[in-house]
C-alpha cells in the first residue's frame, strides 16, 4: 500500500506544479508554441469529463470521482497482494484521478494545457492527470487480460 500511495503522491504532485507553472504564466485561452505544427501549451479550463462530456457538472464529477476512488480501493488494492509495477499502475490511476479532483474543487474545473496537433488533427486539450488516467486504465486492463490468459493456460 505504501508504494501506491507514494507513486499517487508523485503524480498529483508533478500534475499540480505543472498546472500552478501554466496558470502563472498564462492567461486563460494563451498558448506558446513548443513544437511547430505539433505541440503547444495552451491554457484551458474544462467543467465536464474527457472531451468535455458532462460539461458544467462540476459536483456531480465529484461525486463520481470519489466514488471511483473508493471503488478501486476495495476492488482492486484492499486486500490483493499487489506486484510491484500493479502498485505503479494504480498510484498512476488514482494520482490522475485525484489531481483532476484537486482541480474541480479548487478551482471549479480542470485546468488542462496539452495541446497536440498529430497529422492536422487538433486533439482536445488535456492535462499530465488525463496522461496518468489513460496509461493506468490500459496498463491495468492489459494486467487483468494477461492474468485471465495465464490463469487459463494454468488449467490445461
Request: with cysteine.
Amino acid at each position: 500500500m505504501r508504494k501506491i500511495i507514494i507513486t499517487t503522491f508523485i503524480c498529483i504532485l508533478l500534475d499540480q506544479l505543472l498546472k500552478i507553472l501554466c496558470l502563472n504564466s498564462l492567461a486563460m485561452g494563451e498558448s506558446i508554441n513548443i513544437i511547430s505544427n505539433f505541440w503547444n501549451i495552451t491554457l484551458v479550463s474544462n467543467t465536464g469529463a474527457a472531451f468535455s462530456i458532462l460539461s458544467s457538472s462540476t459536483p456531480f464529477l465529484i461525486i463520481v470521482s470519489l466514488i471511483t476512488i473508493i471503488l478501486i480501493y476495495f476492488f482492486f488494492i484492499k486486500g490483493q497482494n499487489l506486484k510491484t509495477y500493479q502498485t505503479i499502475l494504480y498510484g498512476l490511476l488514482l494520482g490522475g484521478i485525484i489531481g483532476n479532483l484537486i482541480d474541480r474543487i479548487i478551482y471549479g474545473a480542470v485546468i488542462d494545457y496539452l495541446d497536440f496537433n498529430i497529422f492536422g488533427y487538433n486533439f482536445p486539450v488535456f492535462n499530465l492527470a488525463d496522461t496518468f488516467i489513460v496509461i493506468g486504465v490500459i496498463l491495468i486492463i492489459i494486467d487483468i487480460i494477461r492474468g485471465a490468459r495465464n490463469e487459463v493456460s494454468s488449467r490445461k
